[in-house]
């Protein structure tokens, strides 16, 4: 197993290959695009095991950065090209209900949120056991602050009443349940989760807009 989260700021990636682990975090400082293939060849280097003995990749599909989604697909495809190996894609919720489930052990449904910018949120609801039990959505302010179950959100972002901050070894926990669960997918099928178009291209109509009322 190899998973990798390029979603939010700070990447996550973990190597699990015949037993052999290996985990990094990386600076969200670091660009993403630049550090994440020489961060992986070292993990895959330090376990002893190369790439080719590797049997399924996993990877954070959003929501979050659309930049740091977009180099996250696009390095699992480049990897997966030729090898035919299997495939998990995940959500940034997922991984979020995992840890506060993990830490909290909460008796009641909550809602996992991410910062959608321009007044807007990024919403997916969860019960107790950290199954997912409506579909992400996008709700603006109002409506975020009128929700009623416990909201969780990323450390980084730290507007939510829980913060949480995965780390590389829960997000292979994570990949290596639904590895066991045989939650797979085909190659066709690996696409980024957009919940909302980018702040480039809401700018980009909205300019658009201007420019057609002159």
Do not use: W
């Not at 696009?74 to 894609?89: P, T, V």
């Not at 929700?147 to 995965?166: C, D, H, N, W, Y």
């Amino acid at each position: 197993m190899i998973a990798i989260s390029t979603a939010y700021k700070e990447a996550l990636i973990a190597v699990d290959i015949e037993g052999k682990k290996a985990f990094r975090s990386l600076d969200g400082n670091a660009k993403h695009a630049e550090s994440i293939m020489p961060a992986l060849d070292e993990l895959i280097d330090s376990t002893g095991k190369t790439l080719s003995q590797n049997d399924t990749y996993a990877v954070v599909i959003g929501p979050g950065s659309f930049t740091g989604i977009r180099i996250g697909i696009a390095l699992i495809k480049g990897l997966q090209a030729g090898q035919r190996k299997k495939l998990i894609a995940l959500t940034t919720f997922d991984l979020m209900a995992y840890y506060y489930v993990k830490e909290n052990n909460p008796k009641k449904d909550f809602i996992t949120v991410i910062n959608a910018l321009s007044g807007l949120y990024y919403i997916c609801k969860y019960n107790s056991l950290g199954e997912k039990i409506e579909e992400p959505q996008v709700v603006t302010q109002e409506e975020y602050q009128d929700l009623q179950e416990t909201k969780v959100g990323l450390s980084e972002e730290g507007f939510a009443e829980i913060l949480v901050r995965p780390s590389p070894e829960e997000l292979l926990s994570l990949c290596e349940q639904l590895q066991e669960k045989k939650s797979f997918i085909e190659d066709k099928d690996l696409t980024p989760l957009y919940l909302r178009k980018s702040q480039a291209e809401d700018n980009l109509n909205d300019a658009k807009g201007d420019k057609n009322k002159n």
